[in-house]
């Protein structure tokens, strides 16, 4: 079965959506006790428990760690995905047991568990564990480096979530984005820093042929208190993924898919093909271009002719769902940004929130255009997932 279609058949259901916690893991972690190695490995801040899954028996050793950032899921459900294909017993059979007999891969699906059942980037003392490398003042930046030390990785994959404000010079969305982090101040490419951009040089070339124009590269200013760019200063070659924004796909279920398919690159598991490869350096740079609305050409109290304003959405855990409340992220001749929805007003005057000013950060639950009398505001700006 080619894999597109096994993809779409098998991927892994019971994680869809924004929000995944350790709950959500467990059905599945008992699922997979019977096939892989599966450990509590540290707890976190409020005495949760941090797991690790060990898939093969190589000597090429793999650590990934996701969910550092508790509300970034998407790679989480991309391992999931993963494990998924490897562990079923039809499909690319030759290619998963040389995988099996090439790779130990040692997966922290949820790194900050707190964060991930509160919805925030930050641990539950609020703390960003990716700036907590050198100090390792959290419990949780203490299990991850204890699992380093103890597994002396060949190759350590720190999996991410980018915002929507992410894109590229192609006017696309920075759906997934990568970097080789610095190793030092001087950004000089080491060994170890190679064999990560090779790597990604890799996925990047089969992503760009699946989904041309949305694969980024990431700034690599060097700060020794992000975890990607202390074990590369160890050498142990690191790759950053940042699973971003596809047009339409607020609850990441189309980057899902493409965040799988560079995993299955990575362990050479997808059929790549005799193509010239996209080097490095070659793959463009990400971009704040994008905010999620754009309203074009309005006229509030006190704008100057016709302005726009951009939207951006924030995101609040309500329930088990989490909700999207646009907030008026900035406002002014905005040309220079692309809004994944927007909006021409022709110059008609508006009231947001019934009043006449438009303030920056001000959450916005309506907008009226004034001369018309009716509602703009989209009602499907406020979609959970
Ligand atoms: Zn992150």
Redesign the pocket.
């Known amino acids: 079965m080619e894999i597109e279609t096994w993809y779409q058949r098998h991927f892994e259901s019971l994680l869809q959506g924004r929000y995944i916690q350790l709950k959500h893991l467990e059905p599945l972690l008992d699922f997979y006790a019977k096939k892989f190695k599966i450990e509590t490995v540290g707890h976190s801040v409020k005495g949760q428990k941090i797991v690790s899954i060990t898939i093969g028996n190589g000597p090429e050793k793999v650590l990934a760690w996701s969910q550092?950032?508790g509300n970034?899921s998407t790679t989480t459900k991309a391992l999931f995905d993963f494990f998924a294909f490897i562990s079923q017993e039809e499909d690319h059979q030759n290619t998963i047991t040389d995988f099996l007999n090439n790779y130990t891969f040692c997966v922290i699906p949820i790194l900050n568990p707190d964060g991930s059942a509160a919805y925030t980037?930050e641990n539950a003392n609020g703390i960003d564990l990716?700036r907590d490398a050198k100090k390792l003042s959290q419990p949780e930046s203490k299990v991850l480096r204890d699992v380093f030390e103890a597994f002396q990785p060949d190759l350590c994959l720190n999996l991410?979530?980018?915002r929507t404000l992410y894109g590229l010079s192609s006017g696309k969305t920075a759906t997934v984005s990568f970097l080789s982090p610095a190793a030092n101040e001087n950004r000089t490419v080491t060994k170890s820093r190679r064999v990560a951009m090779e790597l990604i040089s890799r996925m990047a070339t089969v992503l760009s042929d699946m989904l041309p124009g949305h694969i980024g590269r990431y700034d690599d200013t060097f700060n020794e208190n992000c975890v990607g760019d202390t074990f590369q200063s160890k050498s142990v070659p690191t790759i950053l993924f940042?699973a971003g924004h596809y047009p339409g796909d607020y609850a990441r279920e189309i980057t899902r898919k493409y965040v799988f398919y560079a995993y299955l690159v990575l362990f050479g598991l997808y059929p790549e093909g005799e193509v010239d490869r996209i080097p490095y350096t070659s793959i463009p740079e990400n971009e704040k271009n994008f905010r999620d609305i754009i309203l074009r050409n309005v006229r509030f109290e006190g704008s100057d002719g016709e302005e726009d304003i951009a939207l951006q959405y924030e995101e609040y855990l309500e329930g088990d769902k989490i909700a999207m409340v646009p907030v008026v992220d900035s406002v002014g001749k905005l040309s220079n940004y692309l809004g994944h929805k927007e909006l021409d007003l022709e110059g008609a005057e508006i009231l947001l929130n019934f009043h006449e000013n438009v303030f920056e950060g001000e959450k916005v639950s309506t907008i009226v255009n004034k001369n018309a009398n009716n509602q703009v505001f989209f009602k499907d700006s406020f979609d959970v997932f």
């Open positions: 550092m950032h970034e980037r990716n991410h979530d980018q940042e």
